[in-house]
Protein backbone atom coordinates (compact mmCIF):
# COMPACT_ATOMS: atom_id res chain seq x y z
CA UNK A 1 0.00 0.00 0.00
CA UNK A 2 1.11 3.58 -0.73
CA UNK A 3 2.40 5.58 2.58
CA UNK A 4 0.17 8.11 3.87
CA UNK A 5 1.76 9.01 7.17
CA UNK A 6 6.32 8.13 7.36
CA UNK A 7 7.89 8.91 10.66
CA UNK A 8 11.46 8.15 10.06
CA UNK A 9 14.15 8.63 13.23
CA UNK A 10 11.53 10.67 15.27
CA UNK A 11 12.79 11.85 18.73
CA UNK A 12 11.90 14.06 21.57
CA UNK A 13 14.28 14.80 24.34
CA UNK A 14 13.59 16.87 27.04
CA UNK A 15 16.39 18.49 29.99
CA UNK A 16 15.83 17.54 33.53
CA UNK A 17 16.70 20.37 35.65
CA UNK A 18 17.13 20.14 39.22
CA UNK A 19 18.31 22.73 42.24
CA UNK A 20 19.02 26.21 42.60
CA UNK A 21 20.94 26.42 39.40
CA UNK A 22 18.30 24.55 37.41
CA UNK A 23 21.35 22.40 36.26
CA UNK A 24 20.48 19.88 33.58
CA UNK A 25 20.97 16.51 35.40
CA UNK A 26 19.52 14.23 32.73
CA UNK A 27 17.63 13.45 29.99
CA UNK A 28 14.32 12.25 29.11
CA UNK A 29 14.53 10.22 26.06
CA UNK A 30 10.74 10.15 25.74
CA UNK A 31 10.72 9.01 22.24
CA UNK A 32 14.33 7.74 20.49
CA UNK A 33 14.59 7.08 17.14
CA UNK A 34 11.04 5.89 15.87
CA UNK A 35 10.30 5.14 12.12
CA UNK A 36 6.98 3.60 10.88
CA UNK A 37 4.69 4.01 7.60
CA UNK A 38 0.80 4.67 7.75
CA UNK A 39 -0.50 3.20 4.58
CA UNK A 40 -3.85 4.67 2.62
CA UNK A 41 -7.26 3.42 4.27
CA UNK A 42 -4.58 1.11 7.32
CA UNK A 43 -4.56 1.28 10.63
CA UNK A 44 -1.56 1.32 12.66
CA UNK A 45 -1.68 0.48 16.19
CA UNK A 46 0.76 1.53 18.55
CA UNK A 47 1.12 -0.41 21.91
CA UNK A 48 3.25 -0.10 24.82
CA UNK A 49 2.64 0.62 28.90
CA UNK A 50 2.24 4.16 30.34
CA UNK A 51 4.69 6.43 29.83
CA UNK A 52 6.70 4.39 26.64
CA UNK A 53 6.11 7.45 24.39
CA UNK A 54 3.11 6.82 22.34
CA UNK A 55 1.40 9.89 23.07
CA UNK A 56 4.53 11.88 22.69
CA UNK A 57 4.48 10.00 19.25
CA UNK A 58 0.68 11.19 18.42
CA UNK A 59 1.37 14.89 19.70
CA UNK A 60 4.55 14.74 17.36
CA UNK A 61 2.79 13.27 14.35
CA UNK A 62 0.10 16.44 14.82
CA UNK A 63 2.47 18.83 15.48
CA UNK A 64 1.34 19.76 18.57
CA UNK A 65 4.85 19.34 20.04
CA UNK A 66 8.01 19.98 18.09
CA UNK A 67 10.12 16.80 17.49
CA UNK A 68 14.05 17.15 18.54
CA UNK A 69 14.83 15.74 15.41
CA UNK A 70 13.78 13.39 12.75
CA UNK A 71 10.65 13.68 10.15
CA UNK A 72 7.53 13.54 9.70
CA UNK A 73 5.75 13.10 6.22
CA UNK A 74 2.16 13.72 4.76
CA UNK A 75 1.13 12.34 1.39
CA UNK A 76 4.92 12.65 0.67
CA UNK A 77 5.21 15.54 2.20
CA UNK A 78 7.48 16.91 5.19
CA UNK A 79 5.61 18.55 7.47
CA UNK A 80 8.08 18.77 10.27
CA UNK A 81 9.07 21.60 10.24
CA UNK A 82 6.45 23.94 8.36
CA UNK A 83 5.26 26.94 9.55
CA UNK A 84 1.82 27.42 10.98
CA UNK A 85 0.44 29.24 8.07
CA UNK A 86 2.29 26.42 5.87
CA UNK A 87 0.96 23.78 7.95
CA UNK A 88 -2.91 24.95 8.00
CA UNK A 89 -4.20 22.78 5.13
CA UNK A 90 -2.59 19.26 6.67
CA UNK A 91 -4.47 20.32 9.66
CA UNK A 92 -7.61 19.38 8.03
CA UNK A 93 -6.09 16.15 6.81
CA UNK A 94 -4.75 15.14 10.50
CA UNK A 95 -7.54 15.06 13.06
CA UNK A 96 -6.57 13.76 16.60
CA UNK A 97 -9.30 11.88 19.22
CA UNK A 98 -8.48 11.96 22.40
CA UNK A 99 -8.63 9.44 25.67
CA UNK A 100 -11.27 11.57 27.93
CA UNK A 101 -13.90 12.61 25.63
CA UNK A 102 -15.12 15.28 28.59
CA UNK A 103 -11.88 16.80 29.34
CA UNK A 104 -11.79 17.79 25.52
CA UNK A 105 -15.63 19.01 24.79
CA UNK A 106 -16.54 22.74 26.19
CA UNK A 107 -18.92 22.18 28.60
CA UNK A 108 -20.36 25.68 27.68
CA UNK A 109 -20.91 24.88 24.19
CA UNK A 110 -23.76 22.84 22.63
CA UNK A 111 -22.59 19.77 20.70
CA UNK A 112 -23.82 20.66 17.73
CA UNK A 113 -21.07 23.93 17.97
CA UNK A 114 -18.65 21.75 19.17
CA UNK A 115 -19.01 19.28 15.97
CA UNK A 116 -19.56 21.84 13.57
CA UNK A 117 -16.90 24.49 14.83
CA UNK A 118 -13.86 23.58 12.81
CA UNK A 119 -16.79 23.35 9.44
CA UNK A 120 -17.12 27.76 10.34
CA UNK A 121 -13.20 28.13 11.47
CA UNK A 122 -12.12 26.94 7.88
CA UNK A 123 -14.94 29.38 6.42
CA UNK A 124 -16.41 26.22 4.83
CA UNK A 125 -20.47 26.65 6.09
CA UNK A 126 -22.09 28.64 7.62
CA UNK A 127 -26.32 29.22 8.61
CA UNK A 128 -28.03 26.37 7.55
CA UNK A 129 -26.17 24.77 5.45
CA UNK A 130 -23.61 24.41 8.73
CA UNK A 131 -26.60 23.04 10.44
CA UNK A 132 -27.44 20.23 7.67
CA UNK A 133 -23.79 19.62 7.91
CA UNK A 134 -23.43 19.22 11.66
CA UNK A 135 -26.91 17.39 11.46
CA UNK A 136 -24.97 15.09 9.04
CA UNK A 137 -22.09 14.60 11.26
CA UNK A 138 -24.44 13.47 14.04
CA UNK A 139 -26.01 10.44 11.78
CA UNK A 140 -22.36 9.08 11.02
CA UNK A 141 -21.35 8.64 14.66
CA UNK A 142 -24.88 7.26 15.31
CA UNK A 143 -25.90 10.31 17.21
CA UNK A 144 -29.76 11.83 16.75
CA UNK A 145 -29.53 15.41 15.08
CA UNK A 146 -32.03 16.45 17.84
CA UNK A 147 -29.23 16.16 20.19
CA UNK A 148 -27.07 19.16 18.72
CA UNK A 149 -28.68 21.55 21.39
CA UNK A 150 -27.82 19.15 24.26
CA UNK A 151 -24.68 20.29 25.90
CA UNK A 152 -22.09 17.59 26.69
CA UNK A 153 -22.63 16.94 30.39
CA UNK A 154 -26.15 15.91 28.69
CA UNK A 155 -24.23 12.65 26.91
CA UNK A 156 -22.58 9.75 28.64
CA UNK A 157 -19.61 8.63 28.02
CA UNK A 158 -19.68 6.60 24.96
CA UNK A 159 -21.93 9.70 23.26
CA UNK A 160 -19.53 12.19 24.01
CA UNK A 161 -16.24 10.25 22.43
CA UNK A 162 -19.10 10.07 19.52
CA UNK A 163 -19.05 13.91 19.41
CA UNK A 164 -15.47 13.98 19.42
CA UNK A 165 -15.21 11.65 16.83
CA UNK A 166 -17.62 13.64 14.81
CA UNK A 167 -16.14 16.75 15.50
CA UNK A 168 -12.58 14.98 13.57
CA UNK A 169 -15.10 13.84 10.90
CA UNK A 170 -15.93 17.47 10.01
CA UNK A 171 -12.91 18.36 7.82
CA UNK A 172 -12.70 15.21 6.15
CA UNK A 173 -9.02 14.03 7.74
CA UNK A 174 -7.07 11.40 5.70
CA UNK A 175 -5.36 10.65 9.18
CA UNK A 176 -6.95 10.32 12.35
CA UNK A 177 -5.11 9.65 15.42
CA UNK A 178 -7.03 7.95 18.60
CA UNK A 179 -5.03 8.19 21.21
CA UNK A 180 -6.39 5.67 24.09
CA UNK A 181 -10.07 6.84 22.29
CA UNK A 182 -11.42 3.69 24.78
CA UNK A 183 -9.46 3.63 27.68
CA UNK A 184 -12.07 5.54 29.97
CA UNK A 185 -14.86 3.88 29.08
CA UNK A 186 -17.05 0.70 30.19
CA UNK A 187 -15.73 -2.31 28.96
CA UNK A 188 -19.34 -2.81 27.59
CA UNK A 189 -19.45 0.45 25.42
CA UNK A 190 -15.72 0.22 24.39
CA UNK A 191 -16.61 -2.37 21.48
CA UNK A 192 -19.65 -0.03 20.16
CA UNK A 193 -16.72 3.14 19.65
CA UNK A 194 -14.40 0.82 17.54
CA UNK A 195 -16.71 -0.66 15.60
CA UNK A 196 -17.58 2.92 15.14
CA UNK A 197 -14.56 3.99 14.47
CA UNK A 198 -13.63 0.61 12.03
CA UNK A 199 -17.50 1.43 10.13
CA UNK A 200 -16.28 4.70 9.34
CA UNK A 201 -13.23 3.54 8.11
CA UNK A 202 -14.46 1.99 5.47
CA UNK A 203 -16.59 4.32 3.93
CA UNK A 204 -14.29 7.10 4.20
CA UNK A 205 -10.93 5.13 3.41
CA UNK A 206 -8.99 7.06 6.17
CA UNK A 207 -5.94 5.90 7.91
CA UNK A 208 -5.51 5.76 11.99
CA UNK A 209 -2.74 5.61 13.68
CA UNK A 210 -4.33 3.86 16.97
CA UNK A 211 -2.60 4.98 20.35
CA UNK A 212 -3.39 2.46 23.52
CA UNK A 213 -2.16 -0.05 25.77
CA UNK A 214 -4.93 -2.73 25.32
CA UNK A 215 -3.45 -5.44 23.36
CA UNK A 216 -7.14 -6.36 22.83
CA UNK A 217 -8.63 -3.42 21.41
CA UNK A 218 -5.65 -3.20 19.17
CA UNK A 219 -6.01 -6.81 17.88
CA UNK A 220 -9.57 -5.59 17.16
CA UNK A 221 -8.97 -2.73 15.19
CA UNK A 222 -5.83 -2.64 13.65
CA UNK A 223 -4.09 -3.76 10.17
CA UNK A 224 -0.32 -3.97 11.40
CA UNK A 225 0.93 -3.15 14.65
CA UNK A 226 3.77 -1.59 16.62
CA UNK A 227 5.18 -2.28 20.20
CA UNK A 228 6.87 0.44 21.69
CA UNK A 229 9.36 0.18 24.90
CA UNK A 230 10.75 3.11 26.79
CA UNK A 231 10.73 5.59 23.57
CA UNK A 232 11.50 3.23 20.85
CA UNK A 233 9.61 0.80 18.54
CA UNK A 234 10.59 -2.71 19.45
CA UNK A 235 8.77 -4.68 16.83
CA UNK A 236 5.99 -3.84 13.99
CA UNK A 237 4.49 -6.76 11.80
CA UNK A 238 0.94 -7.49 10.40
CA UNK A 239 -1.23 -7.95 13.37
CA UNK A 240 -1.80 -11.86 12.92
CA UNK A 241 1.46 -12.54 12.39
CA UNK A 242 2.61 -10.50 15.80
CA UNK A 243 0.19 -12.10 17.72
CA UNK A 244 1.26 -15.74 16.31
CA UNK A 245 4.43 -15.27 16.26
CA UNK A 246 5.90 -12.49 18.22
CA UNK A 247 9.72 -12.19 18.17
CA UNK A 248 10.85 -9.73 20.45
CA UNK A 249 11.21 -10.93 23.73
CA UNK A 250 9.01 -7.87 25.40
CA UNK A 251 5.92 -8.40 22.89
CA UNK A 252 6.21 -11.98 24.33
CA UNK A 253 5.87 -10.86 27.41
CA UNK A 254 3.62 -8.24 26.73
CA UNK A 255 1.12 -11.78 25.25
CA UNK A 256 2.27 -13.86 28.06
CA UNK A 257 0.55 -10.97 30.16
CA UNK A 258 -3.47 -11.14 28.17
CA UNK A 259 -3.58 -14.99 27.50
CA UNK A 260 -7.61 -14.34 27.64
CA UNK A 261 -7.32 -11.07 24.69
CA UNK A 262 -5.58 -13.35 22.69
CA UNK A 263 -6.07 -16.96 22.14
CA UNK A 264 -4.35 -17.50 19.35
CA UNK A 265 -0.57 -16.99 20.99
CA UNK A 266 1.16 -19.54 22.04
CA UNK A 267 1.60 -20.05 25.59
CA UNK A 268 4.91 -17.97 26.66
CA UNK A 269 7.02 -17.47 29.17
CA UNK A 270 5.87 -14.13 31.05
CA UNK A 271 8.07 -11.64 32.04
CA UNK A 272 10.72 -12.27 34.32
CA UNK A 273 10.33 -9.16 36.42
CA UNK A 274 11.53 -5.23 37.60
CA UNK A 275 9.80 -2.12 36.63
CA UNK A 276 10.04 -0.70 33.16
CA UNK A 277 13.44 1.72 33.76
CA UNK A 278 12.82 5.27 33.54
CA UNK A 279 13.11 6.88 30.58
CA UNK A 280 15.42 9.85 32.23
CA UNK A 281 18.70 8.41 30.75
CA UNK A 282 17.54 5.24 30.19
CA UNK A 283 19.16 1.77 29.95
CA UNK A 284 22.08 1.71 27.44
CA UNK A 285 22.35 -0.60 24.48
CA UNK A 286 19.08 -2.39 24.00
CA UNK A 287 17.02 -0.43 26.13
CA UNK A 288 15.29 -3.84 27.45
CA UNK A 289 18.16 -5.65 28.76
CA UNK A 290 17.35 -5.28 32.00
CA UNK A 291 14.65 -7.14 32.01
CA UNK A 292 15.24 -9.46 29.91
CA UNK A 293 15.41 -12.70 30.38
CA UNK A 294 17.51 -13.86 27.20
CA UNK A 295 20.15 -10.76 28.21
CA UNK A 296 23.54 -11.33 26.57
CA UNK A 297 26.73 -8.82 27.68
CA UNK A 298 26.46 -7.44 24.54
CA UNK A 299 23.14 -6.12 24.89
CA UNK A 300 24.11 -3.35 27.33
CA UNK A 301 26.55 -1.94 24.97
CA UNK A 302 24.99 -2.59 21.46
CA UNK A 303 21.70 -0.58 20.33
CA UNK A 304 19.57 -2.81 18.02
CA UNK A 305 18.03 -1.50 15.14
CA UNK A 306 15.01 -2.46 13.51
CA UNK A 307 15.88 -5.46 11.25
CA UNK A 308 13.66 -7.08 8.84
CA UNK A 309 12.97 -11.00 10.14
CA UNK A 310 11.14 -11.46 6.52
CA UNK A 311 8.18 -10.12 5.09
CA UNK A 312 7.21 -6.88 6.57
CA UNK A 313 7.98 -8.11 10.24
CA UNK A 314 10.74 -6.04 11.88
CA UNK A 315 12.54 -6.72 15.54
CA UNK A 316 14.95 -4.77 17.13
CA UNK A 317 16.75 -7.74 19.06
CA UNK A 318 20.33 -8.27 18.64
CA UNK A 319 18.76 -12.02 18.58
CA UNK A 320 17.50 -11.43 15.42
CA UNK A 321 20.37 -9.05 13.59
CA UNK A 322 21.57 -10.03 10.11
CA UNK A 323 18.53 -10.94 8.54
CA UNK A 324 17.54 -7.87 6.74
CA UNK A 325 17.78 -4.62 5.20
CA UNK A 326 18.73 -2.35 8.91
CA UNK A 327 17.03 1.40 6.73
CA UNK A 328 13.49 0.61 5.52
CA UNK A 329 10.74 2.01 7.26
CA UNK A 330 8.73 -0.25 8.48
FE1 LIG B 1 16.90 -9.10 25.01
FE2 LIG B 1 19.29 -8.52 24.00
FE3 LIG B 1 17.21 -8.85 22.38
FE4 LIG B 1 17.39 -6.71 23.94
S1 LIG B 1 18.76 -7.26 22.26
S2 LIG B 1 15.58 -7.94 23.60
S3 LIG B 1 18.32 -7.57 25.78
S4 LIG B 1 18.15 -10.42 23.68
MG1 LIG C 1 -0.69 8.34 26.89
Given at each position: ???????????????????????????????DGVSFSVGVGET??????????????????????????????????????????????????????????????????????????????????????????????????????????????????????????????????????????????????????????????????????????????????????????????????????????????????????????????????????????????????????TRCRFAMERCKI?????????????????????????????
Amino acid sequence: TEALLEVTDLTKHYPVRAGVLRRQVGTVHAVDGVSFSVGVGETLGLVGESGCGKSTVARSVLRLVEPTSGHIRLGGEDITHLSKTALRPHRRSMQIVFQDPFASLNPRMTAGDIVGEPLAVHGLASGKALEARTAKLFEQVGLRPDQMRSFPHQFSGGQRQRICIARALALGPRLIVCDEPVSALDVSIQAQVINLLIDLQRQHGFSYLFIAHDLAVVAHISHRVAVMYLGRIVEIADKDELFRNPRHPYTQALLASVPIANPLAKKLTPLVDGDVPSPVNPPSGCAFHTRCRFAMERCKIERPGLMEAGDGHHVACLLNEGTGRPNSIP
